[in-house]
């Protein structure tokens, strides 16, 4: 299994200029999420979807759009990146079973530069 | 707001020594932990998951749950150079979703 991979690993971006960050799975995990993480912080949620189809907002949402069409992809969305999206973003998921809440596998991150 | 606090550090401790790491949360409902390690540059990783009161071993890592007093610490025995990272608490609240709260992680430094 290649667990949770991410696309691309680095990317450079011009201010108002947009972009998809693209995350498989391949553990027919339930549960997907969208981390950024910024120098010395820790992990803010900006989306997370508990199944196909269905997707809710998380700690810091805006400037971000996520759709979940299939169980393994949850691509990330940027509209007019801005610098203050400068960041590390990692994609993660999870399996709920028997009400038993299991850890997050991460993929490897994709770190953005807005300039 | 349900919160989960780390102390930022670094801490550092000297190899072959037992560092501590503690992590307190305020949801008296908080139903399972994990301790996750991330290196610099790199994504978390799971050490240690914990669901109930108690001491759960593995390896040279213990974690301890004490939901009275509402704290999760891990303990790594031992301690090499190699250890030296950042190390995440992760609390599932109280609620239906599976949404882990995040401390912001304790700096460890493991000097030869």
């Known amino acids: 299994n290649a667990g949770v991979t991410q696309t691309p690993k680095f990317r450079i971006l011009k201010i108002g200029q947009s972009m998809t960050l693209q995350c498989t799975q391949d553990?027919?995990?339930?549960?997907m999420y969208w981390y950024r993480q910024d120098p010395g912080m820790g992990l803010k949620l900006i989306y997370y979807s508990v199944g196909a189809g269905i997707t809710d907002k998380g700690e810091v949402p805006n400037g971000y759009n996520v759709s979940r069409s299939t169980t393994e992809d949850f691509p990330l969305r940027l509209e007019l990146a801005a610098p203050s999206q400068t960041s590390v973003y990692f994609c993660?998921?999870?399996?709920?079973?028997?009400?038993?809440?299991?850890?997050?596998?991460f993929g490897p991150g994709t770190r953005l530069t807005v300039l | 707001q349900k919160e989960v606090e780390q102390n930022s550090g670094p801490l550092s401790v000297p190899e072959g020594a037992i560092a501590s790491l503690n992590c307190t949360y305020s949801?008296?409902?908080?139903?399972?932990f994990f301790w996750y390690r991330q290196y610099s540059g790199k994504s978390p990783e799971l050490i240690m998951s914990?669901?109930?009161?108690g001491d759960k071993e593995d390896g040279r890592f213990t974690a301890q749950l004490n939901k009275a007093s509402q704290y999760v610490s891990l303990l790594i025995r031992d301690s090499q150079p190699s250890d030296s990272a950042t190390y995440l608490c992760a609390v599932k609240v109280s609620g239906g979703s599976y949404i882990p709260t995040f401390g912001r992680g304790t700096s460890l430094i493991v000097h030869p």
């Open positions: 949801d008296r409902g908080s139903q399972s």
């Open positions: 553990m027919n995990h339930n549960y």
């Open positions: 993660a998921s999870s399996q709920t079973s028997g009400g038993v809440w299991n850890e997050q596998f």
């Open positions: 914990i669901y109930s009161n």
